[in-house]
Every structure is written in C-alpha cells, then in structure tokens.
C-alpha cells in the first residue's frame, strides 16, 4: 500500500532541538494508532514513543521521555514527535509506523504490531 512519509530530519548541534512529520499520501491516518521509531548505526531498532488515534494517550521510552513530544494533527493528516535538548546518542534513521488496529499500552513497542512503515528520516546531533 502507500507508504508512509518521514519528513523534518536534519543536522543539529546538541541542546537544540527539531521536529519530524508523518503522513500518508494518499489516506486518511485519522483512525490509526502511530508510532514512532529509530535505528542507530550497528543497533536494532527501538521503540521511540506512539499516541493513539485519538491522541488522548502517548507513550515514550525513558531515554526521551520528558524531551520528547508525540503530538497529531488529524485534519492536516500529520503526526509529529518534536525532541528538545537533543543528545548525540538521539542520532539515528527515525521511522513512522500505524497500526490499523488500537493497540493497548503495554503493546506500544511491539512493531510488529504495526502494519505501515515510512521510509525513514536521518537526524544527526553533534556534540
């Protein structure tokens, strides 16, 4: 199907901070759960964070948590994750995923859970 798209990546110096899109060209995401990942050279990818389709629910992995924000525009078909005083280990392809389904809480990090991918967005933190 249509994948999805990873915009906003970029070069940034550490303590900054930037803000990724994900949308679907072509669907409407209003109805599906979203979530946020990412992979750094040499590692698996992991779990960033993920809100529902309502956006009264998010979740994120402690190593963000409390810098990052998952946040959705339903009428301009957009999901965000904004991170603020970014980290050199924040470097990493960053990926959009949905699940047609809700998921519940404690399945919010299983990716295979998801059914859509976005090709990925590079965000590089130097020190």
């Known amino acids: 199907q249509v994948p999805l798209v990873e915009t906003g990546g970029g070069l940034v110096q550490a303590g900054g901070s930037l803000r990724l899109s994900c949308t679907a060209p072509?669907?409407?995401?209003?109805?599906?759960?979203m979530g946020w990942f990412r992979q750094s050279p040499g590692n698996n990818r992991e779990y960033v964070g993920g809100?529902?389709?309502?956006?009264?629910?998010?979740d994120y992995v402690d190593s963000v948590k409390g810098r990052a924000t998952i946040s959705r525009d339903n009428a301009k078909n957009t999901m965000y994750l904004q991170i603020d005083s970014l980290k050199p280990e924040d470097t990493a392809i960053y990926y959009c995923?949905?699940?047609?389904?809700?998921?519940?809480?404690?399945?919010?990090?299983?990716?295979?859970?998801?059914?859509?991918w976005g090709q990925g967005t590079q965000v590089t933190v130097s020190s």
């Open positions: 995923a949905a699940s047609i389904h809700p998921l519940e809480l404690r399945n919010y990090d299983r990716q295979h859970e998801y059914d859509y």
């Open positions: 072509g669907r409407h995401i209003s109805t599906y759960h």
């Open positions: 809100i529902n389709w309502s956006g009264d629910s998010t």
